[in-house]
């Protein structure tokens, strides 16, 4: 298994060849959308609706992205199969590029950049910490509003999502959970943030992003009959729920067993929180909304 392989300025390269040019916006202004797919057993999950937000990202921050969806898809299969992956993280994204000509301001007038890469799979709590839960900190630094980045556009903008995560790993925490300037619960870095209470799960509904994996929770609670509600919740909510779990590609769903140094119920998994998480990984290695590597590029190769 390599470390990774990525497609940069059209070609596939090793990972440590991937480099774009300091004077690229993403690098200097972080003026980057981008998306994250993951592949497990050699299967994408949700494929096409990462790579459908990933565009919606690209269009609603005003990025030209010089690849369809299909060609995306195909890009993506290419480097997890030429990386020799069968678990992994696979990252598209699109720069703003170089002002064109070098010397201009213009932001309506770059070159943007595409590149895309698989490494191996990476997770926001590591497994083995999955039994035992995690401790997330309601950090005092505030999300980013929408108002000034708009948190449905998956972005780079991420000094507050590192600010909070720093604050939490200083308390002694594992992750991160922002707060709007509103005072209601937002997300972490990286992760959409659940509570339950009496039999139903809450969630932040706004100064979010529609996270992939937030909306799987969505169709694994209704399958086992539970309601999940999207709304404003203030941080207490949280700290006094019954038990919580966050969503990510990065880990799929995990529980969250203490709050700001108090733990949860008992202390372990919550009941639901659990079954969702065996039930989430059961049906992706069943192939639930996954499309296989090799199908992809067999497709691709017979076109």
Request: proline letters at 5%; a negative charge.
């Amino acid at each position: 298994m390599s470390e990774g392989v990525a497609f940069v300025d059209g070609h596939y390269v090793g990972r440590d060849e991937a480099k774009i040019s300091v004077f690229d916006l993403g690098f200097s202004r972080s003026d980057v959308a981008y998306d994250v797919v993951s592949t497990w057993k050699g299967l994408f999950f949700r494929l096409d609706d990462h790579v459908e937000r990933f565009l919606a990202s690209a269009a609603g921050v005003r990025i030209r992205c010089p690849y369809g969806a299909a060609e995306i898809g195909q890009i993506l299969a290419e480097c997890t199969f030429r990386a020799g992956l069968q678990d992994a993280y696979v990252e598209v994204l699109v720069t703003r590029g170089q002002f064109q000509p070098p010397g201009s301001r213009d932001l309506r007038h770059t070159t943007p950049n595409f590149i895309a890469y698989a490494v191996p799979y990476v997770w926001i709590l590591p497994p083995e910490l999955h039994a035992s839960g995690a401790h997330v900190w309601i950090a005092p630094t505030p999300r980013i509003p929408d108002a000034a980045v708009d948190a449905r556009y998956k972005n780079f903008h991420w000094g507050d999502l590192t600010r909070a995560q720093l604050q939490a790993l200083d308390a002694g925490a594992d992750v991160a959970v922002l707060s709007s300037l509103s005072g209601h619960l937002s997300e972490g870095p990286g992760f959409n943030v659940f509570f339950v209470k009496d039999r139903t799960i809450y969630t932040p509904g706004t100064n979010v992003l529609r996270g992939i994996t937030r909306r799987t929770v969505f169709e694994l609670a209704a399958e086992v009959g539970v309601e999940v509600e999207a709304g404003d919740y203030e941080p207490d909510r949280l700290r006094e729920a019954d038990e919580a779990f966050m969503s990510s590609t990065a880990g799929g769903i995990m529980p969250i067993t203490q709050v700001d140094g108090r733990s949860l119920g008992d202390g372990k998994p919550g009941a639901l929180s659990w079954r969702l998480r065996e039930l989430y990984w059961a049906k992706r290695e069943a192939g639930w909304h996954g499309a296989r590597i090799t199908d992809l590029l067999a497709s691709r190769r017979t076109a």
